[in-house]
């Protein structure tokens, strides 16, 4: 996983320390209805770009709304704000290859009546 060590911050130097926290989560077999899913957090924002299923992203400013619960993507004075926080995205997916999305081997069978997928 690429990072840094705390240590300097711990210490007290916040030299070169960054602004931001970036995430992903894959989607897994086990779990269908969650999706791929790419993240970055800062102190006031956090922003979500969906892979797959759900493609509505999700922008929340986490100081006003820390549980979260006003999806504020669609709101016109805040685009300026998306777009940055998607380009920091954008670009940390690029700098890490965090596009190539791992797949992993399924052998469960498609038919949805199959009472035991769990076991594969």
Not at 12 to 23: C, I, K, L, P, S
Not at 60 to 88: A, G, H, T, V, W
Not at 90 to 113: C, F, Q, V, Y
């Amino acid at each position: 996983m690429p990072g840094f060590s705390i240590i300097p911050l711990l210490k007290g130097d916040e030299t070169n320390w960054r602004n931001h926290v970036f995430y992903e989560y894959f989607w897994e077999f086990e779990f269908p209805m969650t999706p791929t899913m790419f993240g970055v957090r800062s102190e006031k924002y956090k922003f979500i770009k969906y892979y797959g299923i759900w493609d509505r992203n999700e922008f929340y400013d986490i100081q006003n709304d820390p549980n979260e619960m006003y999806n504020l993507i669609s709101k016109k004075e805040l685009q300026p704000e998306i777009k940055r926080n998607l380009d920091l995205l954008n670009n940390w997916l690029e700098n890490t290859n965090g596009l190539k999305i791992p797949l992993k081997k399924n052998s469960a069978p498609r038919n949805s009546d199959y009472k035991h997928w769990n076991e594969y």
